[in-house]
């Protein structure tokens, strides 16, 4: 007697969906041709692909259910692995799954199995079915590296933990460390990809790509936006009175600033083309934090004393 897509996973009808959803794994894992030694696993394995693509899809589930509490309706139903057959009803259990895999939102463990299932087609070679091959997925990390490398470029030995699945569709963090030559004049959130490294292919096929973010560290005086860096720089009172020309260290090198007369505290030097080197350079903002000394000794005192007499009109506070 040909059993129904429920009888298929050893669930009820009133299942839940974790429910059907461990069956499946339990199932998958018994019955996968590459670690089951069972001489009907492939046939077993597309029968629980085509059994879980239906009842895992909510809208399937319930056409599948209308099947089965009105058989007259479908003469198709009663024969073949899954329960439909390519009778006058027009279905196929396989035609089920070959759409839900040519989908491009995969979520994981199922789609993994899945793919592998999808290879399991009626009435071929066993032969055939071993020559399918997949690509493996890609996979995606960030890493922060010193706003010094935009400028100069270097290569870095990182170490990432990237999520994904074994043989057994079971989840774990694979830990890669690699070399990666990180280019100068990369703008922050630009892309390096590393060809292969991504998730194995299957049964022989390449593997995916390893794409890496780079990000750049923001500290308490520096940021990044694109290509354009924000410095901090402290500035004595009368360097910022005076517009006094002084010398700055920054991502850049050295460079010799000349400040505006009367310069303003938070007010921005844009020195063009020195932020990072990209195709198109980005600028170097510098924004200027007057500091003021400390007023210890006597003579400091006095020095401000003085200061505050030349200065008789200025007023801190409007009120």
């Not at 299942?15 to 059907?20: C, G, L, N, P, V």
Request: hydrophobic share 30%; no cysteine; glycine share 12%.
């Amino acid at each position: 007697m040909t059993k129904n897509y429920y009888e298929e996973l050893g669930v009820t009808r009133d299942a839940s969906a974790d429910e059907i959803k461990k069956a499946y794994r339990k199932l998958a894992r018994k019955y996968h041709p590459d670690i089951s030694k069972e001489a009907d696993a492939e046939e077993k394995m597309q029968a629980i692909n085509v059994a879980y693509d239906t009842l895992s899809n909510a809208d399937k589930k319930a056409e599948y259910d209308q099947m089965l509490d009105h058989p007259q309706g479908f003469s198709g139903f009663g024969q073949g692995t899954g329960g439909f057959n390519q009778g006058s009803s027009g279905f196929d259990g396989s035609q089920f799954y070959r759409q839900s895999s040519g989908d491009a939102d995969f979520s994981g463990f199922e789609d993994l199995f899945g793919r592998f299932g999808a290879g399991f087609g009626g009435g071929q070679q066993r032969s055939q079915r071993q020559q399918r091959s997949y690509r493996g997925e890609d996979q995606h990390a960030s890493i922060q590296v010193d706003i010094s490398i935009a400028y100069q470029g270097s290569t870095q030995q990182i170490t990432l933990q990237i999520p994904t699945y074994n043989v057994y569709g079971e989840p774990e963090i694979q830990r890669k460390t690699l070399e990666v030559k990180i280019p100068k004049g990369m703008k922050e959130g630009q892309q390096i990809r590393l060809t292969g490294q991504g998730q194995s292919g299957i049964n022989g096929g390449e593997n995916g790509d390893l794409y890496i973010e780079i990000q750049y560290k923001d500290t308490d005086r520096i940021r990044v936006e694109g290509a354009d860096v924000y410095q901090t720089i402290d500035v004595a009172p009368w360097e910022a009175g005076l517009g006094q020309s002084i010398e700055v260290s920054t991502p850049a090198g050295q460079l010799k600033v000349n400040l505006p007369k009367n310069a303003k505290n938070g007010q921005q030097l844009r020195l063009k083309d020195k932020g990072i080197p990209s195709k198109t350079a980005g600028n170097l903002y510098l924004i200027i934090n007057i500091v003021l000394p400390a007023a210890q000794s006597e003579q400091e005192q006095q020095a401000y004393q003085q200061f505050a007499e030349a200065f008789s009109s200025f007023k801190a506070r409007t009120s």
